[in-house]
């Protein structure tokens, strides 16, 4: 990772009282990560504990964590930052020789190889055949196995040095080449990485579907229990992705006029609703049967980002499978974004919603991933499913009930509840009333509910009277 390339720009958050930094560390879950992510891509979760530990012993951090790799210039402005007035060691001297000299020698060992494949001519002589490509290469210029593993071995050490993108050239070459289906497998992960550093979500999606393909194929090769560790990586690879929108926008231009602002609308629409549609489809891998199973036996921490990404986009409709879900890891694991769940619809124990979202808002702006997102309207949202699953139990809810539930003063609560004046509307003495369906609504849901059920029968009844006639 180069030094001065950051992979995520986090958003600088308000100002933490000590209380509220304590609970960021509780339950900070960069402990966690460490075990399912290459140090290259722990980096930046390192990076952001900034803002709740003391910069000294993150700086420390990012040392140790990077100190065995090969990105040299890195390590050595660490060390000097850790020891200031202090000269570098030899060893350091003696480790950059040795790293040179070994990017001579596989700069050296694959430069013709490299310049063959991206001839002209070999560009319109290969095919989708691997084996013929493989025999057109090996007899037409001499790229045998030992060549092309050569490539592999030049990723793997650019991706150690710091230049992702030239890896993920390479790891990729070699793929296009290697029958070695275990070497394939390595590659695809260090171009996974080395994308996602990149910030290059498209093709990081690409690397990740591959990976999937692989690793969830009846056929996979390992066993269970390796099946079901490859699965917890790719979970936490993936979050990087969903978290992050496919589509960047450009800058705008400064000018206030209304056709800039008009465009910066636009480009903040575009990548929310990217966004959203990343998260939707987050939500439908990790309740999937293979992955829920795999987030419930080895990384309960997921539904964190399960719950939010549930509330980011408001699909409601897999509302029920989470609430299993947390139920269910409740012993194992929790955070104030399970327990919020847990609270509104598992023990229905509402008098403690003020303190989780405090709790949450601080963990919006700390969180790694969360912290990607609108916070604001994340709280909204959190705010809106909290009332309409309280007004479905409580009937004599007031404004004041409100402001502690959403832990918010009277004008932000009388603010959300005229915003909803179709559905509530507010007596003299604070107290809310909850507007009910009209009765041609409600008519009209059972017709359409009966409309449905009569086809289905009928559906059966044709199939069960041709069936009949055999």
């Not at 180069?2 to 933490?16: C, D, G, N």
């Not at 084996?131 to 593993?149: C, F, M, P, V």
């Not at 194992?332 to 509104?344: A, C, H, R, V």
């Not at 919603?353 to 949450?360: G, K, R, V």
Request: hydrophobic share 35%.
């Amino acid at each position: 990772m180069q030094s001065e390339k950051k992979q995520h720009e986090a958003p600088q958050p308000f100002e933490l009282s000590d209380t509220q930094l304590e609970m960021a560390r509780k339950y900070d879950l960069t402990d966690k990560f460490v075990h399912f992510l290459d140090r290259h891509l722990v980096y930046p979760l390192i990076e952001n504990l900034e803002f709740t530990h003391d910069p000294k012993e993150v700086e420390e951090w990012e040392y140790e964590l990077l100190k065995d790799t090969y990105m040299t210039k890195f390590v050595e402005d660490k060390w000097l930052g850790l020891h200031p007035g202090e000269e570098l060691p030899k060893e350091f001297a003696d480790k950059q020789q040795k790293i040179q000299k070994e990017l001579v020698s596989l700069n050296d060992s694959t430069k013709k190889t490299l310049e063959i494949l991206s001839s002209q001519e070999v560009q319109e002589n290969l095919k989708q055949d691997k084996s013929y490509n493989r025999e057109y290469l090996s007899k037409k210029h001499g790229i045998d196995d030992a060549k092309i593993y050569e490539l592999y071995k030049f990723g793997k050490f650019q991706y150690n040095r710091g230049d992702y993108v030239m890896a993920s050239d390479l790891l990729n070459n070699f793929r296009l080449l290697s029958t070695n289906q275990e070497l394939n497998f390595s590659a695809t992960w260090g171009k996974l990485a080395a994308e996602i550093i990149s910030f290059f979500w498209n093709e990081a999606m690409n690397e990740f579907n591959k990976l999937r393909e692989i690793i969830d194929s009846r056929n996979y090769q390992g066993t269970t229990i390796d099946q079901l560790n490859k699965r917890t990586w790719l979970i936490h690879y993936s979050l990087f992705i969903f978290f992050n929108s496919n589509f960047t926008a450009t800058d705008a231009d400064s000018s206030e006029d209304s056709e800039s602002e008009e465009k910066q609308e636009a480009d903040k629409k575009k990548t929310l609703d990217e966004r959203n549609k990343n998260l939707s489809s987050m939500i439908d891998l990790f309740l999937s049967s293979s992955y829920l199973s795999t987030i419930q036996a080895s990384c309960p921490w997921i539904l964190r980002y399960l719950i939010v990404a549930l509330l980011q986009t408001r699909q409601y409709k897999r509302l029920r499978d989470i609430v299993r879900a947390v139920d269910v890891e409740t012993y194992e694991y929790q955070d104030p974004f399970t327990k919020l769940i847990e609270s509104l619809f598992v023990t229905f124990e509402f008098d403690n919603l003020s303190d989780l979202i405090e709790q949450i808002s601080v963990l919006i702006e700390t969180d790694f991933f969360i912290s990607n997102l609108d916070a604001q309207k994340l709280v909204l949202n959190m705010q809106e499913l909290i009332f309409n699953t309280v007004t479905k139990v409580y009937t004599g809810l007031t404004e004041e009930n409100l402001c502690k539930m959403f832990n918010e003063d009277l004008p932000v609560v009388q603010k959300f509840l005229e915003e909803r004046k179709d559905q509530v509307s507010v007596a003299e003495d604070g107290s809310i009333i909850v507007k009910t369906q009209t009765p041609s609504t409600v008519y009209q849901q059972v017709y359409e509910k009966t409309k449905a059920f009569n086809f289905k029968t009928n559906q059966i009844l044709n199939t069960a009277f041709n069936k009949s006639d055999y």
